[in-house]
């Protein structure tokens, strides 16, 4: 012909120990495939002939090193070395082929050292890095990768990215560091990907998100932290992510949400929150959601959850999908449900209390047909124990006793003088003998070493339970917001918070008592 026409070569699953050469046609050869031979390394003068080649794929082989001047000056675009046997890349390997190559895989090598300048490739888009030994990420490691759109660092061992360590990657969209052994996110080695839009850290050891840490990457829309060892989430965990529209926080063991944790996340639309320990939160109705309008899907699966109080869903407006199933549910609320327009909804308990209060359940499912999705059963009272909601009359549906405890008084907001004891209480009763246990939090913290004193008594065929906390010669860091919980059974309910505020310390002059003056005001002052 007169004009060479550019073609694929495929030499798969052969025993080739160097690059084959096909004479004249070797110039026309766009892509070369050589996937499991027995390729030991690459050197410039096997390459030379190939001098239309943009695609190399030498997956499977057995190149221990790439050194300088292993490639030519050629215009190759893609380059597939992954599942070789790599531990060694010299600076300036990639040099002649830096201003052409858009792809790079090095996957399932035995890399364990990035050496810095190694990857000046200001045109390189997509790297892939997966299955490796990198343990530590030094700064400034991919300096010089402009255009970089995706970065793959997956089941390395991961333990230390430095401050700095993906600087440069000024276009980065995507960065999945998933099965690695990172303990935290933090802004030092977050800083400058402010092109970044999806973060996937699942299966890490990530126990602590610092403050700040979204300050350089503030156009993130996916966040996956899923799998990892996160207990807590403090006010300040997602400040910055207003973009943000997707977070998996699954299968963590958090238990404590800071108040406002969510009120950041204007645009998120799903929020994976699977297996973890959050009831208290949800049953408290602390307004956990306030602020996100967006959001389209939760998912609270396996969550320890008992109640779903009526305003458990404030906030969310644009609420479709929902999902409380493995959560022993025993109670909902119909005002929690009935201003949101929910199109697929997951449920399956056989823990109800049905009584009066639920007898609008069945009725809801075949409304919004959802009889395939929920499995509600009862537990209680005992005639109705293992009916489904469904097969049930709405005469049924009685109020003729009350086992989940009812709280009938609440601890008080107090004002006190340092170095006084101080006693906060609450009362509960239930018509169930199922014996009632005590929680104390202070701002929202578990009390574990308190000192506290509960009292059960029966009265008129009720179980009357006190419990009051003992706050011994109390101290400015003794301020904060008390509340009991007070659980059986059947669930939980949460007290108001009582707000205990600590004044200066007591002077004696002459026998009579007077206040420090650069304190204001004192409500109760006893001799």
Sequence with gaps: PDKPVSRPETLNHNELTVLPYFGDVSSNITSLSLVHNRISELSMLQLQPYVALESLDLTSNLITELKVGS?????????????????????GCFENISSSLLVLRLNRNRLALLPSKVFKLPQLQFLEMKRNRIKVVESLTFKGMDSLKSLKMQRNGITKLMDGAFFGLNSIEELELEHNNLTEVNKGWLYGLRMLRVLRVSHNAVGIIRPDSWEFCQKLEELDLSHNHLTRLEETAFIGLSLLESLNLGENSISHLGEGLFSSLASLRTLDFRNNEI????EDSIGLFDGMKKLNTL??????????TKKAFDGLEELEHLDLSKNDIMSIDPEAMSHMKLKAFVLNTSSLLCDCHMSWLGSWMKENRFLQSVSAVCAHPPPL???????????????????????????????????????????????????????????????????????????????????????????????????????????????????????????????????????????????
């Excluded at 549906?397 to 004891?421: S, Y």
């Excluded at 929680?439 to 009265?459: F, H, P, S, T």
């Design 299 to 308: 998912i609270l699966q396996q969550n320890k959850i008992k109640s779903i």
């Design 71 to 91: 490639f030519p000056s050629m215009q190759l675009k893609h380059l597939n070395l992954s599942n070789n046997k790599i531990s060694v890349l010299e600076p």
């Design 279 to 282: 009831s208290w939160a949800i």
């Design 385 to 527: 124990l293992g009916h489904n909601v469904l097969s049930i009359s709405p005469e049924q549906f009685v109020c003729n006793d009350f086992p989940k405890p009812r709280l009938t008084t609440h601890p008080e907001t107090a004002v006190a003088l340092r170095g006084i004891n101080v006693t906060l209480s609450c009362v509960a009763s239930s018509s169930s003998d199922t014996p009632m246990t005590t929680a104390w939090r202070k701002d929202g913290e578990v009390l574990y070493d308190a000192e506290v004193q509960n009292y059960a008594r029966y009265q008129d065929g009720e179980l009357i339970y006190t419990t009051v906390l003992h706050l011994l010669n109390v101290n400015f860091t003794d301020e904060g917001r008390y509340q009991c919980v007070i659980s059986n059974h059947f669930g939980s309910n949460y007290s108001n918070r009582a707000r205990l505020t600590v004044n200066g310390d007591l002077m004696f002059f002459r026998g009579k008592a007077f206040v420090d003056k650069k304190y204001e005001q004192i409500n109760v002052l006893t001799l």
